[in-house]
T-cell receptor, first 117, second 114 residues
Framework: DAGITQSPRHKVTETGTPVTLRCHQT?????MYWYRQDPGHGLRLIHY???????DKGEVSDGYSVSRSKTEDFLLTLESATSSQTSVYFC????????????????FGPGTRLLVL | AQSVTQPDIHITVSEGASLELRCNYS??????LFWYVQSPGQGLQLLLK??????LVQGIKGFEAEFKRSQSSFNLRKPSVHWSDAAEYFC????????????FGDGTTLTVKP
């Protein structure tokens, strides 16, 4: 299994409070991603990173920010949590396989269950 | 924009029976395609992937998938299902040079009857 951990694994918080989720990898992979998973929606990309301090938005980035100050850590912050952000959050990592075009395979962490009351 | 459709929300098969999970994608160029499995309370595990070459791809746990460009499909198959295969299955399509920016289908839940 790829060395990916997420913390906390479970969290309950109140509307309006900031929340930070952490993803830590031991694989030295360049790319890291945050997804959210909701019933009936599969996984949707929130933000991703293609290197230290290099990040970009995904399809559902509103209300979220990210930071990557070290290769191994990718933080997801809910600036002011809302009930619509109740979800399971997955971190993923990937590296280039060295093929033309830089095709990559993702490996997923165990997830963080967040409940916003 | 790329998209993935998994037409079957829930499938039930008997143990030992064959399985086919459908996946249709929309993408303007040659897609990078993936199947993942997720057991309850767990993360996603990669079953197999298609990047190029042979259109029949073998994966882990006895699964295979066939890429059919003419039908924009990447269906997952297994000849004989085991009770431990009960899980949710996700098809995903990756974009261009960064296949990690994947778009996922909504998933198919597989129930296995004894």
């Amino acid at each position: 299994d790829a060395g990916i951990t997420q913390s906390p694994r479970h969290k309950v918080t109140e509307t309006g409070t900031p929340v930070t989720l952490r993803c830590h990898q031991t694989e030295n992979h360049r790319y890291m991603y945050w997804y959210r998973q909701d019933p009936g929606h599969g996984l949707r990309l929130i933000h991703y990173s293609y290197g230290v301090k290099d990040t970009d938005k995904g399809e559902v980035s509103d209300g979220y920010s990210v930071s990557r100050s070290k290769t191994e850590d990718f933080l997801l912050t809910l600036e002011s949590a809302t009930s619509s952000q109740t979800s399971v959050y997955f971190c993923a990592i990937s590296e280039s396989l060295g093929l033309a075009g830089g095709v990559k395979t993702q490996y997923f962490g165990p997830g963080t269950r967040l409940l916003v009351l | 924009a790329q998209s993935v459709t998994q037409p079957d929300i829930h499938i039930t098969v008997s143990e030992g029976a064959s399985l086919e999970l459908r996946c249709n994608y929309s993408y303007g160029a040659t897609p990078y395609l993936f199947w993942y499995v997720q057991s309850p309370g767990q993360g996603l595990q990669l079953l197999l992937k298609y990047f190029s070459g042979d259109t029949l791809v073998q994966g882990i746990k006895g699964f295979e998938a066939e890429f059919k460009r003419s039908q924009s499909s990447f269906n997952l198959r297994k000849p004989s299902v085991h009770w431990s295969d009960a899980a949710e299955y996700f098809c995903a399509v990756g974009a261009g040079t960064n296949a990690g920016k994947s778009t996922f289908g909504d998933g198919t839940t597989l129930t296995v009857k004894p």
